[in-house]
Every structure is written in C-alpha cells, then in structure tokens.
C-alpha cells in the first residue's frame, strides 16, 4: 500500500493478510479476486543458477529488450526499457520530466496523480480528453483500470501530435493490460513519436506478478534517459531468464487470450446471473455495480473471497478471474448466498 500526496494511504487489490484479518473465520485457501492478474501464471522455465548468484550482464538485458522490441512491435531495441515493475517507471516519469501540468484521463489508476501531485505538477483529473484544457502532459490508461474504457489509436495519435507542439509535451498511455485486448489497440508502432511513453506491464498477462517486470517504450532519446535514471542492474537475473522465455512464447499469448476472453464472457454470465450489473472491464477483470456493493463484499469476504471495492465509488466492485472449477464453484455459492 502506498502513501498519497495527502499522507493517505492508498488502496490496493492483492492484500490477503489484510483480508484475513478483516474476515478471521472465513474458509481457507482465500480466493484473491481483487486484482488484474492472469490466475493461470505462464510456467516458469527451468532457470539458470547463474541468474541467482551474478549480477545480470548487459547482453542479457539488451536480449531481454530485443524480444520484448519484436512482442510489442516496437521498431527498434533502443525505443525499449525493461524496469523492476511498471510501478517505478510510474513514480520516475514525474521527477525525470517535470512538467507544469498534466491531466489525468480518470477514474483510473490513483498512482499517477499522486505522483505528479508528488514532483509538484498540477493535476487535472478530468473525465474527458476534450477537458484537458493547456495541460503540458496527458496520462491515459487504455484499457482503463478499473473500467475498460477503450481510446481509438487513431484519437491517442492525433493528441500525442498535438501535445509534441508544446515544448516538454508528454503523453503517458499505460497499456498494463493491452495484451490480451487484440491487435490494433496500441500505440507502440507510434514510435518514435517525440512525446509519446508507452507503459507495458510483465506481471498481469503472464501472472507472474512477483518478478516485478515492466517497460518503458520511448524514443530512443527519452528511452535513453529513463535508462539512466534507472541505473545499473535495475532488472533481476531471474526476471530477465523468465522474461526472455515467456514474451517469445507467441503461441502462449495467442492461446491465452483466447481462454482469458472466454473467462471473462463467464465472469460477466456469473456476475449478472447474481444480480450485479456489469459495467465494463477488460479481459483479466470486470467492474460491476450493486446498490447492496458493501453487503456483497463482505459476504463473499466471510465466504473466503477477496475483491477489489473503491471509496469513492461505494457501489463498484471489481472481480478478476477465478482459477479453477472449485474456485468459480466458491464463487457462484457466495454470490448466490
């Protein structure tokens, strides 16, 4: 959990010990549905005791780069920065690029206003790109978190121009969870755009979350300096061997958005079977809406399920996908309880 510009700490999904707390006799093993992680991981390949014990070579880091270049379509290796989770890039933009002022395109993910609230950026959060108003920057999640929402390439492109007229112009599009959306959604081919970043998230597709694996796509000359700020070593051993291996798994993707669009199309039959309104979401989590949303939660709490509910939206609730015959079996009796 981190702390807010405020001193307030924010919320997160993936808390189990705080759940177990929350509900000390709910049933056992506890089912984690409040976060965007793929519940089936990519197997682990055997790795190396080299990755372990060595501090990572170079060639390694820019092999890691050079694969993650062709999976995104990124035209060349240099416009890649592989970083420990996408998180610090997030925390790093603001300090590296210190920009007058941004707008948020919210409700969406609360680190990124926070942190240009940290640097001493003015933040817009506005819930429309025509509201953006003079904003030096843009942040956009697309797919949205925690909604899905969706912005047309076309539309990101022609704002990213527009913002490139500016002098430190910046446009920040988190694709966390692009990859299993389909083809035709990002704006990685876009680069070398001078103002555009694009934010690419290791963990959630391939649900291996612990690794803390993430990227930074750039032009070569903004990737460079996001490099630097980074430093040496930046990325772990065992990162970079499983890393390497699963984004040049093509077929592993292709397979997995298929099962992961089929789960969520379930999910969906599921949520409103129990009466919960589905709002949106992606192919990892949806978002729906119920008038009784802080009953439900802690019904499913007391039930052994843990999902993501929000503040300042009392009647969402979110739900990733369940692993398993018997934990979508869990699922369907606590709602329907």
């Given at each position: 959990?981190?702390?807010?510009?405020?001193?307030?700490?924010?919320?997160?999904?993936?808390?189990l010990?705080?759940?177990?707390?929350?509900?000390?006799?709910?049933?056992?093993?506890?089912i984690?549905?409040?976060?965007?992680?793929?519940?089936?991981?990519?197997?682990l390949?055997?790795l190396?005791?080299e990755?372990?014990?060595r501090?990572?070579e170079?060639?390694?880091?820019?092999?890691?780069?050079?694969v993650?270049?062709?999976?995104?379509?990124?035209?060349?290796?240099?416009?890649?920065?592989?970083?420990p989770?996408t998180?610090?890039?997030?925390?790093?933009?603001?300090?590296?690029w210190?920009?007058?002022?941004?707008?948020?395109?919210?409700?969406?993910?609360?680190e990124?206003?926070?942190?240009?609230k940290?640097a001493?950026?003015?933040?817009d959060?506005v819930?429309?790109?025509a509201?953006?108003?003079?904003?030096?920057?843009?942040?956009?999640?697309?797919?949205?978190?925690?909604?899905?929402?969706?912005?047309?390439?076309?539309?990101?492109?022609?704002?990213?121009?527009?913002?490139?007229t500016?002098?430190?112009?910046?446009?920040?599009v988190?694709?966390?969870?692009?990859?299993?959306?389909?083809?035709?959604?990002?704006m990685?081919?876009a680069l070398?755009?001078?103002?555009?970043v694009?934010?690419?998230?290791?963990?959630?597709t391939?649900g291996?979350?612990?690794?803390?694996?993430?990227?930074?796509?750039?032009s070569?000359?903004?990737?460079?300096?996001?490099?630097?700020?980074l430093?040496?070593?930046?990325?772990?051993?065992?990162?970079?061997?499983?890393?390497?291996?699963a984004l040049?798994d093509?077929?592993?993707?292709?397979?997995?958005?298929?099962?992961?669009?089929?789960?969520?199309?379930?999910?969906?039959?599921?949520?409103?079977?129990?009466g919960?309104?589905?709002?949106?979401?992606?192919?990892?989590?949806r978002?729906a809406?119920c008038?009784?949303?802080?009953?439900?939660?802690?019904?499913?709490?007391?039930?052994g399920i843990?999902?993501?509910?929000?503040?300042?939206?009392p009647?969402?609730l979110?739900?990733?996908?369940?692993a398993?015959?018997?934990?979508?079996?869990?699922?369907?009796?606590?709602?329907?309880?």
């Amino acid at each position: 959990m981190s702390i807010s510009s405020t001193g307030k700490a924010i919320a997160h999904g993936g808390r189990l010990t705080e759940a177990r707390r929350r509900f000390p006799g709910a049933p056992e093993p506890f089912i984690d549905l409040s976060t965007g992680i793929n519940p089936i991981p990519y197997s682990l390949p055997a790795l190396s005791r080299e990755c372990f014990t060595r501090l990572p070579e170079p060639e390694s880091v820019d092999r890691l780069q050079c694969v993650a270049a062709a999976t995104y379509g990124v035209a060349e290796p240099a416009m890649i920065v592989a970083a420990p989770g996408t998180q610090i890039l997030i925390d790093l933009l603001p300090r590296l690029w210190r920009l007058p002022s941004i707008a948020v395109l919210a409700p969406t993910y609360t680190e990124y206003a926070h942190a240009w609230k940290r640097a001493g950026c003015r933040v817009d959060e506005v819930t429309d790109l025509a509201a953006m108003g003079d904003a030096d920057g843009v942040v956009v999640c697309n797919p949205n978190n925690p909604d899905g929402r969706k912005i047309a390439r076309g539309e990101l492109l022609a704002l990213a121009d527009r913002l490139s007229t500016k002098p430190d112009g910046l446009l920040v599009v988190d694709e966390a969870f692009a990859d299993l959306e389909g083809d035709g959604l990002s704006m990685a081919a876009a680069l070398p755009h001078p103002s555009l970043v694009v934010l690419r998230s290791f963990g959630k597709t391939y649900g291996l979350a612990g690794l803390r694996l993430g990227f930074a796509l750039a032009s070569a000359t903004r990737a460079s300096e996001v490099r630097t700020a980074l430093g040496p070593w930046a990325v772990s051993g065992p990162a970079i061997e499983a890393g390497s291996k699963a984004l040049a798994d093509r077929a592993w993707l292709t397979r997995t958005r298929a099962q992961m669009a089929e789960a969520a199309a379930m999910l969906d039959q599921v949520l409103e079977g129990a009466g919960l309104r589905v709002l949106g979401g992606t192919s990892l989590f949806r978002l729906a809406v119920c008038e009784q949303a802080p009953a439900v939660f802690d019904n499913l709490g007391r039930a052994g399920i843990f999902v993501r509910r929000f503040a300042e939206h009392p009647n969402w609730l979110r739900f990733g996908l369940p692993a398993g015959a018997h934990a979508w079996q869990r699922l369907r009796a606590a709602l329907a309880s």
